[in-house]
């Protein structure tokens, strides 16, 4: 205790300059821990607030019955959208995908893979624009127009997920394939792509997520539709939920507000059991191909 | 698991006279070389026409946009660009309101969110357990799932009030000094409100690729700081940050993008202004004024004049794409892969 001797059992603690590095540290670390936190807690209240407000408004009738009861006509109308969509973006995206890995030196893959990320971030509003000149206008909105501008949308996300699997096939099974005499398309076909179409079906499940919820292209292509029956002919304007949704949040009609809770759940919770569901996936098939 | 059982094919598992099995074999190889000839021609072909199309599409898609501009085009030429008179009755129409909407909102946006996305993405690579961050890294990712006219609906009912009668007294009280931080308004719809929209949009994305850079870092490099005595914030301002900045800095453009192109979640909150406002006042961007107004589009001329707003908007998404994807090719993996 008595004069400069310090305790030796004390513990070490820093002091001045060092101890004031270690506090910012200690702060920083603090800082980034409560970034987290708050999106988190974002997504926390977001999903609340639909589940809490959506689950009031969905029974039996809500999903089998035409509005003003229900919404079944959105439904079956997106679903036929998307469908048509993901018939369209589906082949060709696999097949950019086989041109990238399997053909494309790398003097074609490169501004290849740049047009795959540019139409990626083309707004999906300009998409609208588009299919409005192409197939809407001086003719009439149609479900099927809606569906070509949700394709463009999925093209690259399909492409670029399955390019991403096709590379993590092992070459030894592409020389195997080449060893035996197999011709080159043969091999693709029976050998290469089988091998992934785990990934193939995670990309797809993603890309169909997203344009399940995407509205602006809608809104030029399937906005006027009669939301009390079902529409099976995508050459005409389907309801469709999106759409559906935005149209009631525009009306300010607290008993469509319900409505709107209800679709949202709908939507939310499908997306959200797709992308879960895509990621296991993923993550199986990806772990099949590395120890293969 | 190995395969349940092998079919030899027919030709082999019935063995012929030699000669006969010989000469059938030949002239069905010939047949075969044919069809494999063709096949891979074929299989080629259509890859490289899909491969064709996707460029196709993206220049048929930039100008059916241009096209429908050309009224527009010709009868404001640039000072569209600039003009801040918007009167469809009157067949006024200039572009400033949205633009610069657009630019304050999405702008707004990345600065509320980068510096949260960064501190998300250095929590998710360096501090969390293993654990934590394999739970939290989807959470985040979910963010991004939602699709935007949901995110609106919320903003419009949830959100907005919520602004109007807290978050916008509180800064006009604190931060009131600074004009922009103008009087809170009677509703939440506001450029302000947007732009937290917008932030819950490009969080994710961002920080999930900040994430991906600041696990690429090489151990080696954090351990020697370590070793010099550099606390952890010193070991990511020392190390981490300076490796991965242009990666980071494209990731934010990218996330800018995405901000600025958002048409349906942004129109719901902004409220739809008609003349350049301070934040708290609702306010317009190019992607929202489309949405909103074309619909019920006046005349030819006030289509077209939308038109010519998509213009501008993909060229603003287009270049900063590009300029995302140059800096994440130029620099990204220079002080990464360079160990």
């Given at each position: 205790?008595?004069?400069?001797?310090?305790?030796p059992?004390?513990?070490?603690?820093?002091?001045?300059?060092?101890?004031?590095?270690?506090?910012f540290?200690?702060?920083?670390e603090?800082?980034?821990?409560?970034?987290?936190?708050l999106?988190?807690?974002?997504?926390?209240?977001?999903?609340?607030?639909?589940?809490?407000?959506?689950?009031?408004a969905?029974?039996?009738?809500?999903i089998?019955?035409?509005?003003?009861?229900?919404?079944?006509p959105?439904?079956?109308?997106?679903?036929?959208?998307?469908a048509?969509?993901?018939?369209?973006?589906?082949?060709?995206?696999v097949l950019?995908a086989?041109f990238?890995t399997?053909?494309?030196?790398s003097?074609?893959?490169?501004p290849?893979?740049?047009?795959?990320?540019?139409?990626?971030?083309?707004?999906?509003?300009?998409?609208?624009?588009?299919?409005?000149?192409?197939?809407?206008?001086?003719?009439?909105?149609?479900?099927?127009?809606g569906?070509v501008?949700?394709?463009?949308?999925?093209?690259p996300?399909?492409?670029?997920?399955?390019?991403?699997?096709?590379r993590l096939?092992?070459?030894?099974m592409r020389?195997?394939?080449d060893?035996?005499?197999?011709?080159?398309?043969r091999?693709?076909?029976?050998?290469?792509?089988?091998?992934?179409?785990?990934g193939?079906?995670?990309?797809?499940v993603?890309?169909?997520?997203?344009?399940?919820?995407?509205?602006?292209?809608?809104?030029?292509?399937?906005?006027?539709?009669?939301?009390?029956?079902v529409?099976?002919?995508?050459?005409?304007?389907m309801?469709?939920?999106?759409?559906?949704?935005?149209k009631l949040?525009?009306?300010?009609?607290?008993?469509?507000?319900?409505f709107?809770?209800g679709?949202?759940?709908?939507?939310?919770?499908?997306?959200?059991?797709?992308?879960?569901?895509?990621?296991?996936?993923?993550?199986?098939s990806?772990?099949?191909?590395?120890?293969s | 698991?190995?395969?349940?059982?092998?079919?030899?094919?027919?030709?082999m598992s019935?063995p012929?006279?030699?000669?006969?099995a010989?000469?059938?074999?030949s002239?069905?190889?010939?047949?075969?070389?044919?069809?494999d000839?063709?096949?891979?021609?074929?299989?080629?072909a259509?890859?490289a026409?899909?491969?064709?199309?996707?460029v196709?599409?993206?220049?048929?898609?930039?100008?059916q946009?241009?096209?429908g501009?050309?009224?527009?085009?010709?009868?404001?030429?640039l000072?569209?660009i600039?003009?801040?008179?918007?009167?469809?009755n009157?067949k006024v129409?200039?572009?400033?309101v949205?633009?610069?909407?657009?630019?304050v909102?999405?702008?707004s946006?990345?600065l509320?969110?980068a510096?949260?996305a960064?501190?998300?993405?250095?929590?998710?690579?360096?501090?969390?357990?293993?654990?934590v961050a394999?739970?939290?890294?989807?959470?985040?990712?979910?963010?991004?799932?939602?699709?935007?006219?949901?995110?609106?609906?919320?903003?419009?009912?949830?959100?907005?009030p919520f602004?109007?009668?807290t978050?916008?007294?509180?800064?006009?009280?604190?931060?009131?000094?600074?004009?922009?931080?103008?009087d809170?308004q009677?509703?939440g719809?506001?450029?302000?409100?947007?732009?937290?929209?917008?932030?819950?949009?490009?969080v994710?994305i961002?920080?999930?690729?900040?994430?991906?850079?600041?696990?690429?870092?090489?151990?080696?490099?954090?351990?020697?700081?370590?070793?010099?005595?550099?606390?952890?914030?010193?070991?990511?301002?020392?190390?981490?940050?300076?490796?991965?900045?242009?990666?980071?800095?494209a990731?934010s453009?990218?996330?800018?993008?995405?901000?600025?192109?958002?048409a349906?979640?942004?129109?719901?909150?902004?409220g739809?202004?008609?003349?350049?406002?301070?934040?708290f006042?609702p306010?317009?961007?190019?992607?929202?004024?489309i949405?909103l107004?074309?619909?019920?589009?006046l005349?030819e001329l006030?289509?077209s004049?939308?038109f010519?707003?998509g213009?501008?908007l993909?060229?603003?998404?287009?270049l900063?794409?590009?300029?995302?994807?140059?800096?994440?090719r130029?620099?990204?993996?220079?002080?990464v892969?360079?160990k």
């Amino acid at each position: 205790m008595s004069g400069g001797i310090p305790d030796p059992t004390a513990p070490l603690t820093p002091s001045g300059n060092l101890r004031r590095r270690q506090l910012f540290s200690k702060f920083t670390e603090y800082a980034a821990t409560a970034a987290a936190v708050l999106a988190v807690a974002v997504l926390a209240i977001v999903v609340y607030t639909i589940v809490s407000r959506g689950a009031k408004a969905i029974d039996w009738e809500f999903i089998t019955t035409g509005y003003p009861t229900g919404v079944a006509p959105m439904l079956v109308g997106t679903a036929v959208i998307v469908a048509i969509a993901t018939a369209i973006a589906l082949p060709i995206g696999v097949l950019i995908a086989l041109f990238l890995t399997e053909y494309a030196g790398s003097r074609a893959a490169g501004p290849l893979r740049m047009t795959l990320d540019l139409m990626n971030g083309v707004p999906s509003i300009i998409l609208g624009l588009f299919v409005f000149r192409l197939l809407v206008e001086h003719k009439q909105q149609s479900g099927f127009a809606g569906s070509v501008a949700l394709a463009i949308i999925e093209l690259p996300l399909i492409a670029r997920g399955t390019q991403e699997v096709l590379r993590l096939v092992p070459n030894s099974m592409r020389e195997a394939s080449d060893a035996l005499g197999v011709a080159r398309w043969r091999s693709i076909l029976s050998v290469v792509l089988p091998s992934a179409t785990g990934g193939i079906a995670t990309a797809t499940v993603l890309a169909v997520a997203r344009a399940a919820g995407e509205t602006a292209p809608l809104i030029f292509a399937s906005s006027i539709f009669d939301p009390r029956k079902v529409t099976l002919n995508p050459f005409e304007a389907m309801p469709n939920v999106p759409v559906f949704i935005y149209k009631l949040s525009e009306e300010g009609n607290p008993e469509g507000f319900a409505f709107g809770w209800g679709m949202s759940l709908l939507l939310v919770s499908f997306i959200l059991f797709a992308s879960l569901g895509a990621r296991a996936l993923l993550g199986r098939s990806k772990r099949r191909l590395s120890s293969s | 698991m190995p395969p349940a059982s092998i079919t030899l094919p027919p030709t082999m598992s019935s063995p012929a006279t030699p000669a006969l099995a010989a000469s059938r074999a030949s002239r069905s190889g010939d047949r075969r070389k044919r069809a494999d000839r063709f096949g891979d021609r074929a299989l080629f072909a259509l890859c490289a026409a899909a491969a064709l199309l996707a460029v196709v599409v993206l220049v048929l898609v930039a100008y059916q946009v241009v096209d429908g501009a050309r009224p527009a085009m010709a009868k404001y030429g640039l000072s569209f660009i600039t003009d801040t008179e918007w009167q469809p009755n009157f067949k006024v129409f200039g572009a400033g309101v949205p633009l610069f909407g657009t630019l304050v909102s999405s702008f707004s946006a990345l600065l509320i969110g980068a510096p949260i996305a960064i501190a998300i993405g250095l929590f998710l690579s360096l501090l969390a357990p293993k654990g934590v961050a394999a739970l939290v890294a989807p959470l985040v990712e979910m963010l991004a799932a939602i699709p935007s006219v949901i995110l609106g609906f919320w903003g419009l009912l949830i959100l907005a009030p919520f602004v109007q009668s807290t978050i916008e007294p509180f800064l006009h009280d604190t931060l009131g000094f600074i004009p922009i931080f103008g009087d809170p308004q009677t509703t939440g719809l506001s450029v302000f409100t947007a732009s937290l929209i917008l932030t819950i949009m490009i969080v994710p994305i961002i920080a999930a690729i900040s994430r991906d850079l600041f696990m690429a870092v090489p151990r080696d490099l954090q351990d020697g700081a370590a070793a010099l005595g550099a606390t952890r914030w010193e070991v990511v301002r020392g190390v981490i940050l300076p490796t991965t900045a242009s990666g980071v800095v494209a990731a934010s453009i990218l996330g800018l993008g995405r901000a600025l192109g958002e048409a349906i979640a942004v129109s719901q909150v902004i409220g739809g202004g008609i003349e350049i406002g301070k934040l708290f006042e609702p306010g317009d961007t190019l992607a929202a004024r489309i949405a909103l107004q074309f619909p019920g589009a006046l005349s030819e001329l006030h289509k077209s004049a939308l038109f010519y707003l998509g213009v501008i908007l993909l060229v603003i998404g287009l270049l900063s794409n590009l300029t995302a994807q140059w800096i994440g090719r130029r620099f990204s993996y220079q002080g990464v892969a360079a160990k």
